[in-house]
């Protein structure tokens, strides 16, 4: 990673977003959703490790992440895209938490990210680290804030009292630190991976 590489001078040439702008954020808002959604249905096969959805989703959707962020060089484009990705997930029937959660972490991803003019990889990458754990503190927040009550809305939601149980268990454990940790190693991975993946790409645009 280099803090030197920065993509002013593709930003310079771009003053508020355009139509177009906005049609790619919500594409590729969907196509990182659909990532993180991939891997939750995988991941959620197995209560025990649902909540490392986000450390191993994020290391394909960093992917995803850069490009947007790469090739809409402009201020809010992240966050929108968050308010978008956020949209998506009530719409599927994500707990009310996890949607805000991935509001707030396009917004804080955003003023991570900086002036489009100053961005450099190691800004990007944090960035998309900090989107990642906003997004899993999203979804385990009711859990901080409901307790044991969590199970019981699991079961309303169509899921088992165990399995239900067994997240509660989880994130009030020592476990809870342990997938916290592994959502931030997974962002910061994910986010390197995706600058590398696009790194010859990205050349042509200054970086």
């Keep these: 990673m280099t803090s030197k590489a920065t993509i002013g001078s ?10 177009k702008d906005f049609v790619f954020i919500a594409v590729f808002g969907i196509l990182l959703f659909l990532v993180f959604m991939v891997f ?4 959620s096969a197995n209560a025990n490790l649902c909540w490392f959805t986000h450390a191993v989703g994020a290391l394909f ?3 995803v992440f850069m490009y947007l ?6 201020r809010g484009a ?20 996890g949607p ?21 990889k190691t800004k990007l990458i944090c960035a998309f680290a900090a989107f990642t754990f906003c997004f899993w503190l999203g ?8 307790g044991e009550a969590y199970a019981e809305m699991c079961v309303q939601a169509g899921m088992t009292l165990e399995y239900g149980q067994t997240l509660v ?26 600058t590398k993946v696009f790194s010859k790409h990205f050349a042509k645009l200054g970086m």
Excluded at 173 to 194: E, R
Aim: no cysteine.
């Design 61 to 63: 959707a960093g992917t």
């Design 100 to 120: 805000v959660g991935i509001v707030v972490g396009g917004i804080v991803a955003d003023l991570i990210a900086g002036d489009p003019q100053k961005r450099t």
């Design 169 to 194: 268990n989880s994130i009030l454990s020592p476990m809870g630190v342990v997938t916290g940790a592994a959502t931030i190693a997974g962002g910061l991975v994910g986010g390197f991976i995706g």
């Design 69 to 74: 962020a790469y090739r809409v060089p402009k």
């Design 10 to 19: 593709a930003a310079k040439e771009r003053d508020g977003l355009s139509p």
């Design 139 to 146: 979804q385990i927040s009711l859990i901080l804030m409901m």
């Design 78 to 97: 992240i966050a929108i895209m968050g308010i978008i990705v956020g949209a998506v997930g009530l719409l599927m029937g994500m707990f009310w938490s």
């Design 40 to 43: 939750s249905i995988i991941f």
